[in-house]
């Protein structure tokens, strides 16, 4: 089961921006991997933390997350490649020096700042986010549904592997910084002497240069092709919604981390059912006869076809609820309702013997319409039937 991000890092639901930063720098500073050599748990823990941090650090993703939890995000928050979740090591590392700063995350822990790749060095330019519209019908989106979707987008070359270079023999060590990335000056204050750490400006961090570039992707490491991506779409999403998954959008220069796939719902129109909210609304119509002498229909739901009682004397305007049979709720228990809203049909065009058997019938006192026999009026059955 997964675990709630604000006790991960040891915040409430109402901490701010700075406090959850101090949060995750105490959480990250005691299990990071260099304090606890070959400790898988402690190392688990250090990415439940950055996992957490990715969520609440962003307004966007901290707000859904408050509203729906991990549904939010799909199947793989908390690990693996699911719904903005799963983040590799190089973009915990990455994280972790943008919250630490670099200089004090190689002092602290020996050396230079950390490989995101277990090197010691930044790799190329992130890729850039992707954005995708998906169309689901109600029975996808009350169900949940796997959809397998073929994106156009930047994918790792597959000549170089996403190195940029023709070959091996292609990858210099960077001359400049000897291959950490970092280049370090010393400087003369009144305080005395201040060390500063920047990126390289030779190979921008990267440790390496390539002095022969990849003839099919130009240098860049990356081509433009199509990916399948298996995409998991979660019980109750609705029009408008977004999902997002972590490392599915474009693939970054060089080796860098992929951007994000941004998934947003569409709801595809139903023939016959309408939404509202959790709940599903249907209009049905039955003829005077079966109004007034009650009868047995089958009616449309999102989970396929029901038989409902209709009772003798049913007035138009009717509201009856089949309960359970709407929406659920995303990361939740409750679920909505089908309500049936009865419409008793008037004929436009009548035959000369139904007119004379309808007249015979209207000088009946049964016939006759009076509102003061009427149970309830029809804004009481409407609060009845959300009731």
Known sequence: MKRD????????????ADEIKKAYRKVAMQYHPDRNPGDKEAEEK???AANAYEILSDADKKAKYD?????AFGPGTNGGNGFGG??????IFSQFGDIFGDDMFGNFFGGGSRSRSGGGRARGQRGSNLRIKLKLNFEEMAKGVTKNVKVKKHVICTTCTGSGAKDKGSVQTCTTCNGSGQVRRVSNTFLGQMQTVTTCPTCNGEG???TAKCTSCKGEGRVYGEETISIEIPAGVHEGMQL?????????ERGGANGDLIIQIEEEAHAELQRDGLNVAYDL???FPDAAFGTQVEVPTIDGRAKIKIPPGTQSGKIFRLKGKGFPEVQGYSRGDQLIHVNVWTPQHLSAEEKAVLEKLNSSENFKPNPNKSDKSFFERVREAFS
């Open 5 to 16: 991000f604000y006790e991960i890092l040891g915040v409430s639901k109402g901490a701010t």
């Open 46 to 48: 250090f990415k439940e």
């Open 67 to 71: 509203r729906y939890g991990h549904a």
């Open 86 to 91: 799963g983040m590799n090591t190089e973009d």
């Open 208 to 210: 390496t240069t390539v």
């Open 244 to 252: 997002s998954m972590n490392g599915k959008g474009n693939a970054g």
């Open 285 to 287: 119509h039955i003829s």
